[in-house]
């Protein structure tokens, strides 16, 4: 996946929307999937992809959850002409919804698996995943409990940090395109905690990935995003830690992960960026402390 700046190409966002039946919603005329290009009021790609549902089919946004693949990056992006590129996000439904519905049809996927759909249908691996035909259950429904906790389910711990340059710019870091998650894109200086407390694997992370020199007692909590990655999968408390004072220059230490560190204007951030990166940026600009994502009604 590229990185792309502001004005640098021209980008159509879309929805490839699943129902509880495993079929796919095709736009009508033209005979595709609904599309956007991103508008000023749109903060992410997502916004502009989740916009063109609901405005050419009538869907809400609230029948809509997201698949474990958007948490991520978009499960297809496109070069569809010079400049030109086309990133597909992909949605399930939370229930059922009634028919018809204006601009669009439910298609099963067998109609469509062998035509232009056919590489985005693929990345989604819809043909390997169980149609959630159970109308009383929830698309993405809770994960199993942990045997081995006793009933209690356990949760990856990740830490992150939050830096600001004096110019109040956010240090975000390119993901190696071959990285095990989000490759090929912006994201914090992160790590997985071991058998350590959160203030110290961040600090540790911090010298391993960019040679940044931090004092425990310089960090202070600033945002937590509770995610949810998939059904089988557990959940993850991804702990943002800002720094009130940063020894040393971000350099690669470890290029085989990151391509590179750079200082963002937090309203002017990269893309594409991690969902959570940038939900936890935009929580911690408003003053809040939590938020949640995957996380679908029951």
């Known amino acids: 996946m590229s990185t792309f700046a502001p004005g640098s190409a021209h980008l159509t966002c879309r929805a490839l929307v699943v129902d509880r039946e495993g079929r796919v919603l095709r736009l009508r005329d033209p005979a595709e999937l609904p599309g956007a290009r991103p508008e000023a ?12 549902v609901t ?21 297809h992006v496109e070069a ?8 597909t996000f992909a949605l399930y439904l939370t229930q059922d919804v009634p028919e018809p519905l204006a601009e669009a049809d439910w298609l099963p996927v067998e109609q469509l698996n062998s ?8 990345a989604l691996n819809l043909n390997g995943r169980p149609a959630p035909v159970n109308a009383s259950a929830p698309v993405i429904p809770r994960p199993a409990k942990a045997p081995e ?19 109040g710019r956010v240090l975000l870091g390119l993901r ?11 994201h ?19 010298y391993e990935e960019a040679g940044l020199v931090i004092d425990a007692a310089d960090l202070e909590l600033a945002h937590v995003v509770h995610v949810l990655h998939g059904p089988s999968a557990r959940p993850r408390m991804q702990l943002v830690f800002r720094a009130r004072r940063l020894g040393g220059t971000p350099w690669l230490r470890e ?44």
């Open 41 to 52: 009021g749109d903060h992410t790609l997502l916004e502009a992809a989740l916009r063109a």
């Open 80 to 87: 569809v002409g010079t400049g030109d590129y086309e990133f």
């Open 188 to 206: 914090f200086l992160a790590g997985h905690c071991e058998r350590e407390s959160a203030v110290a694997c961040l600090v540790r992370e911090a």
């Open 255 to 298: 290029p085989d992960k990151c391509l590179a560190w750079r200082w963002w204007d937090p309203d002017a951030l990269p893309e594409p960026l991690v969902p959570y990166a940038r939900t936890a940026i935009d929580g911690i600009r408003a003053g809040r402390t939590y938020s949640e994502m995957g996380w679908c009604p029951a």
């Open 149 to 167: 906790a006793g009933g209690t389910e356990l949760n990856i711990v990740g830490v992150h940090l939050y830096a600001e340059d004096d110019d």
């Open 115 to 122: 035509g232009p759909l056919k590489a985005k249908l693929s």
């Open 55 to 75: 405005e050419r089919t009538g869907l809400a946004r609230g029948d809509l959850c997201l698949t474990p693949e958007l948490l991520t990056t978009p499960v």
């Open 176 to 186: 190696h395109p071959d990285a095990a998650f989000a490759g090929d894109t912006w």
